[in-house]
Each structure stands twice: as C-alpha cells, then as structure tokens.
C-alpha cells in the first residue's frame, strides 16, 4: 500500500451512482401526479390509466437479465450513457403522445432501457468501492431513488403550474415530461466525459486509492458463458428473487396508486397538498437505507455473511408488514374523513417505507456477494423478479379495490411484507454462483 494519501475519486463516482438512482425515480414517477390531467386530455379510463402506470414494469422486469450481462460484458461507462439518453429521450416523447397505442410504446420504451440503470449502479459500486463499505454504498445509491420519489410529486406538480402560466395553450403535463427528458440527455453526456470503468483508467486517481478499492487495472469487455444452470440450481437466489416480487408488489402502489387513494378514499382535493403526502411517505425511507447500509456492513462484521445479510434483511420487513395492516385500524378508529385522518395514515405508509428501505442495503449486499464479477447480471436477475411484482401490482390492486375496497389492500400486502420477511430468514449469501 502506498504511503501516499489515497485521492477520493471513488467518492464522485458513488455521487454519480446517487444521481442516476435519483433521475431513475423521477422518470418513473413523474406521471403521478399528472395522472388525472393525462386521463383529461386523452380520454382513457381509470383501468387504462392504471395499465399506463404498469406497463412500465414489465418491460423494466424483462430487460433487467440481457442488459445487466451487457453491463458485465461493456462496462458501466458505454452503458449506461446509452441507456441514460435512450430512457430520457422516451420519457421526453410521451409528452407528444395523442392516444393510448403511443403512450403505452413510449412507457414500454423508457421501462425497457432503464432495466440497466440499476445493474449499471451495482457495477460502479464493485469497481469503485471497497468491499468493506459496499453495504453503505448500495444505501447512498438507494438514497437517490427515494429521494427521487420523494422530490418527484413537488417537482411535477410545481413545472405543471409553471407551464399552465407560461404556456396555457398547452397541456402542462407536455412541456412537464420534455423537461424531465431533456434533463436525463445532458446527464448522460455529463456521465460520459466524468465517468471510467476503471480506477486505474481516471487521469485523478492515484494508486493509493486504487490499492485501497482493490480494482483490478484491466477491466475491458471479456466474454463469460452465460451462467443459467448456475442461476437455476441457486436456492438462496430464488429466494432473494421472491423477496423483491413480493416487496415491489407491495410498495409500487406509493408512486401509482396512492395519489388515488388520497384523492377519492381521505378526500384530499388539493392536488398540492397531495404530493406533500406522496412525497413524505418516500421521504420517510431516505434515513432508512444509511441505516439499513451502516447494519449491514455492521452486522457482516459481527455476524458474517449468512446472518449479517439475512438479518437486516427480514427483521424490518417484519414490522413494514404489520404497519400495512395497521391502515385499517386508522380507519376504524377515526371513521369520518378529516386532515388529521389523512395525514395520520401517510404517517404510518411513511413508516412502512422506513422499514421496508432499511432491507435495501441488505439484497445489495446479498447481489454483491453472491454476483462477484456478474453482479449486473445477478442484481438484474433479482430486478426482474421485482418489477414482475411492480407490473402486477397496480392492476391486481385495482381489482382487489373494486371487489373488496382499499382496506383489504392494506391487509393483503401486509400479508405480502410477512411473507417475505419469513422468507429472508432462509437466505444464505454464502451459496455463490459457481462462476462468480
């Protein structure tokens, strides 16, 4: 190791990784609020509207394997600049949408290469950071797309305002989903000229730092056999890919659903005082994932690998369950609709998002040990597991509403958060893929 003080590149690096989590959130979420006035202008139905909000997560779920593998195989830098102008020019492009046929291509388009963005996190965190401060790396990445959905409803329904004075000839939400887009493409050539796959290729980077993150200097493109049979005979990966179906099925409905539910279930008309609401219950999980970050690195080192992943893993997720359900005792004890009523129940959804982010860090940790040098491909496989639970949640939420109402929601995915908490307690990151 050399006696000279290691530079800190790794720590711009990590920052890159924070903003790129931060503008996946915003193009995910940035139709929320604008759901209404979109459903205005063009015509389309609660159920279609809904179908929109989901046909995100299925192309996202269905991208996250092959691009993930093209992370490994080119590296984040060629990647995820591609990606990044590819998902911002769709989002842009939905604000020139006339009908549900092009609307749908757009959302399927901006889904489908944003699959890469997180596997594309994941590969910055292994050639940038230390093994030892990876679980807190993975919870300042997590950070950025909280904070994403928590900045999100303001920002959208504040450049909505905007644009209804500057340019009342429009639909706001047009110029809203332009400006988004037009903010990912100077991201991505900002991304290009700062970023390196390798600390070993950074002109600032001295080899202090280079010692200390353990890189490897040759990081180019190198072929690997596709580890399927690997994959598939992975007890512990099957089972980290049932805990993120389960998780985003239950919490995807706070960036689709839950602004419905204020509207027409807490009858809170204000469209601004909405995203306030929105916007906490996302903010609420923002100190959660440096905390879930700091146990698991902590309990790694008291614990080891098998409980100090499985732990922080289940044990939050645990009380997410329970806060669901605690919903419809709100309800119950306070009838009639009222502020108090209403901010009262965002305040236990924001604790639901508290506990169920602190488990974040952890299923990093797990993708990160068990991927090795494919943890795109393996933090891509869990995604897609995922986001399969992302593209079902908000159709089979509505269904579940229209028979059975909201407080049944609640109850079955508090049911959901048990389930998986107990599932987590049977992972074991020690079962690494064979190739890893």
């Not at 050399?2 to 940035?30: F, Q």
């Not at 549900?100 to 291509?105: A, H, N, P, Q, V």
């Not at 959660?288 to 698991?296: D, K, P």
């Not at 169920?356 to 494919?374: C, E, H, K, Q, Y």
Request: with cysteine; glycine share 10%; charged share 10%.
């Amino acid at each position: 190791m050399s006696e000279v003080r290691p530079t800190r590149v790794r720590h711009l690096m990590l920052g890159i990784a924070l903003v790129v989590a931060v503008l996946l959130y915003l193009d995910r979420y940035c139709l929320t609020n604008a759901g209404s006035q979109i459903r205005d202008d063009l015509g389309f139905s609660r159920p279609e509207m809904a179908a929109l909000l989901g046909a995100f997560f299925l192309p996202y779920a269905l991208g996250q394997i092959p691009l993930g593998y093209l992370v490994d195989r080119y590296g984040p830098r060629r990647m995820l600049t591609l990606l990044m102008f590819f998902w911002s020019l769709f989002t842009a492009l939905l604000g020139l949408s006339q009908g549900y046929i092009d609307f749908y291509l757009y959302r399927f388009g901006c889904g489908l290469f944003e699959s890469g963005g997180y596997p594309a996190c994941a590969g910055i965190i292994r050639r940038w950071i230390p093994v030892s401060q990876r679980g807190m790396a993975s919870g300042i990445v997590s950070v950025g797309g909280r904070f994403g959905g928590a900045i999100t409803p303001r920002v959208t329904t504040a450049l909505m305002a905007f644009f209804a004075i500057a340019l009342p000839q429009f639909y706001s939400w047009r110029p809203t989903l332009f400006v988004f887009g037009a903010f990912g493409i100077v991201l991505a050539i900002v991304f290009w000229f700062v970023f390196t796959d390798s600390p070993a290729e950074h002109p600032r980077c001295n080899q202090a730092e280079i010692d200390l993150i353990g890189a490897t200097p040759n990081l180019a493109p190198a072929a690997f056999t596709f580890p399927w049979r690997s994959i598939v005979k992975n007890r512990s990966l099957w089972i980290s890919s049932f805990i993120q179906f389960g998780s985003n099925f239950g919490q995807v409905m706070f960036g689709t659903l839950l602004n419905d539910y204020l509207k027409d279930v807490q009858l809170v008309d204000d469209i601004g005082t909405r995203s306030w609401m929105t916007g906490l219950v996302f903010g609420m999980g923002v100190p959660a994932l440096l905390l879930g970050g700091w146990l698991t690195d902590a309990a790694i080192k008291r614990h080891g690998v098998r409980w100090g992943i499985a732990l922080p893993m289940a044990l939050p997720r645990f009380v997410a369950g329970l806060l669901f359900m605690a919903v419809p005792l709100v309800m119950m004890t306070m009838p009639q609709p009222s502020v108090e009523r209403a901010w009262t129940i965002i305040l236990v959804l924001g604790c639901v998002s508290f506990f169920s982010d602190m488990t974040l860090p952890s299923i990093w940790a797990f993708n990160l040990t068990v991927g090795g040098r494919m943890v795109g491909l393996v933090l891509g496989w869990g995604n897609m597991w995922g986001n399969l639970g992302g593209w079902r949640s908000p159709n089979e939420i509505q269904t579940i509403i229209q028979n059975f109402g909201w407080n049944a929601v609640f109850f079955t995915c508090g049911g959901v958060f048990l389930t998986i908490a107990t599932a987590s307690l049977f992972i074991d990151a020690r079962e690494k893929l064979n190739d890893a």
